[in-house]
């Protein structure tokens, strides 16, 4: 079992940045893709970005591109997503995961586990 702890979300005014962290408790955490997933009120959850185990690719859902930038601390045991350019559409519980597929994934159900998610609040 792999616990993840989200730590970084709070409320943010249009235009701002915030950086969200996902500290893993596995020994393998080098052996894992990361992602970072986020559910609005009434709304299914939806794939943000995602990080091979090695930190070498990356992948975002358009809405970010350019704006949010997904990385990891390997030594850490951290996972990171930068988000800058925050706007009110972008207000939702973020949720970190943990793939064992080494290239990561978009793909929700390809997730091993999850941490319990942070509110991000942008407002206008």
């Known amino acids: 079992q792999v616990q993840l702890v989200e730590s970084g979300g709070g409320s943010v005014q249009a235009g701002g940045s915030l950086r969200l962290s996902c500290a893993a408790s596995?020994?393998?955490?080098?052996?894992?893709?990361m992602g970072w997933f986020r559910q609005a009120p009434g709304k299914e959850r939806e794939f943000v970005a995602a990080?091979?185990?090695?930190?070498?690719?990356?992948y975002y859902t358009d809405s970010v591109k350019g704006r949010f930038t997904i990385s990891r601390d390997n030594a850490k045991n951290t996972v990171y997503l930068q988000m800058n350019s925050l706007k009110p559409e972008d207000t939702a519980v973020y949720y970190c995961?943990?793939?064992?597929?080494?290239?990561?994934?978009?793909?929700?159900?390809?997730?091993?586990?999850w941490g319990q998610g942070t509110q991000v609040t942008v407002s206008s």
């Open positions: 995961a943990a793939t064992r597929k080494v290239y990561g994934s978009s793909i929700r159900y390809e997730y091993n586990y």
């Open positions: 596995t020994r393998t955490f080098g052996s894992y893709g």
């Open positions: 990080i091979s185990a090695s930190g070498g690719r990356t």
